[in-house]
């Protein structure tokens, strides 16, 4: 049974910093793409960033380019987003997700098959 499992998520004020860690089981975690998406209340879920298998190709969605970076030790078998000036509008909260085996980074929520539940990030304005 594949588990996934987020942490670190937080209140911080405006322009403040948070790092998100996902990890998983029943899986080959060095084997896979993964990804972060996140939801807000009233809206649908959105992708925020992607890492490949080998983690040589990341993607970021243009509202977090530049602020958030996400990377993995696949020695530990941890995913990180670092997320740094947040703004009030990256409230939400943030799921962690397995994608394809062996396959690219991809924005496209089809492409994960596992989620995490969920971990809540608030910034305060």
């Known amino acids: 049974q594949v588990q996934v499992v987020e942490s670190g998520g937080g209140l911080v004020q405006a322009g403040g910093s948070l790092i998100l860690s996902c990890t998983t089981s029943?899986?080959?975690?060095?084997?896979?793409?993964m990804g972060w998406f996140r939801q807000a209340p009233g809206k649908e879920r959105e992708a925020v960033s992607s890492i490949g298998w080998s983690g040589h190709t990341t993607l970021y969605s243009d509202s977090v380019k530049g602020r958030f970076t996400l990377s993995r030790d696949n020695a530990k078998k941890i995913l990180y987003l670092q997320m740094k000036g947040l703004k009030a509008e990256d409230t939400a909260t943030y799921y962690c997700a397995v994608g394809k085996e062996y396959g690219p980074a991809s924005l496209d929520r089809r492409d994960f098959q596992y989620w995490g539940q969920g971990t809540q990030v608030t910034v305060s304005s």
């Open positions: 029943g899986l080959t975690f060095d084997d896979y793409a």
